[in-house]
T-cell receptor, first 116, second 110 residues
């Protein structure tokens, strides 16, 4: 009965490097969301998957950001050529909204990314 | 973000009621949500209200929605020290992704 898990919990990388952040959603949840939370702000939407496909990627800030969910479960957020402005907590959430109208999203603890 | 605004900070005494306010610009949301974030913990859904309702009560929590003024509030009765956290309102704006406010830090003094 595990909740949403994210790894790593902390990631420090140098400017220009490539990073991957992983999200394991709640088993059976078909929808998966990535958000980014900067210090003192609320989460900002990045991308939403329904199954294996990205149903809405309108929140990705630029083409350095990419996410996949090849088997409809685990998702990986990939950031190329990291910049200091990418430093934030990256949150993943999942929901099972096919049978429920209200979109109750369950959030993971996040990955804190620091770009030096 | 700019679409959803909240005051930054609220301080109350233990046992008093807390009222956290949220204003928004977009009126297309089906559901409006309140989330709680404690240090080191993930966002936790507290409650939500359907857009055609004016009020929803859930134990110590009361949500009020004024669609005309685009104003959402969360009232916590008999506030406890364990209620100290950051509270976010969030709207779906007619889509799956949520748009969050910047959060209100609630400090409960003993």
């Amino acid at each position: 009965g595990a909740g949403v898990s994210q790894t790593p919990s902390n990631k420090v990388t140098e400017k220009g490097k490539y990073v991957e952040l992983r999200c394991d959603p709640i088993s059976g949840h078909t929808a998966l969301y990535w958000y980014r939370q900067s210090l003192g702000q609320g989460p900002e939407f990045l991308i939403y998957f329904q199954g294996t496909g990205a149903a809405d990627d309108s929140g990705l800030p630029n083409d350095r950001f990419f996410a996949v969910r090849p088997e409809g479960s685990v998702s990986t957020l990939k950031i190329q050529r990291t910049e200091r402005g990418d430093s934030a907590v990256y949150l993943c959430a999942s929901s099972h909204h096919e049978t429920r109208e209200v979109h109750e999203q369950y959030f993971g603890p996040g990955t804190r990314l620091t770009v030096t | 973000g700019e679409d959803v605004e909240q005051s930054l900070f609220l301080s109350v005494r233990e046992g008093d009621s807390s009222v956290i306010n949220c204003t928004y610009t977009d009126s297309s949301s089906t559901y409006l949500y309140w989330y709680k974030q404690e240090p080191g913990a993930g966002l936790q859904l507290l409650t939500y209200i359907f857009s055609n309702m004016d009020m929803k009560q859930d134990q110590r929590l009361t949500v009020l929605l004024n669609k005309k003024d685009k104003h959402l509030s969360l009232r916590i009765a008999d506030t406890q020290t364990g209620d100290s956290a950051i509270y976010f309102c969030a709207l779906d704006m007619g889509r799956r992704a949520l748009t969050f406010g910047s959060g209100t830090r609630l400090q409960v003094q003993p």
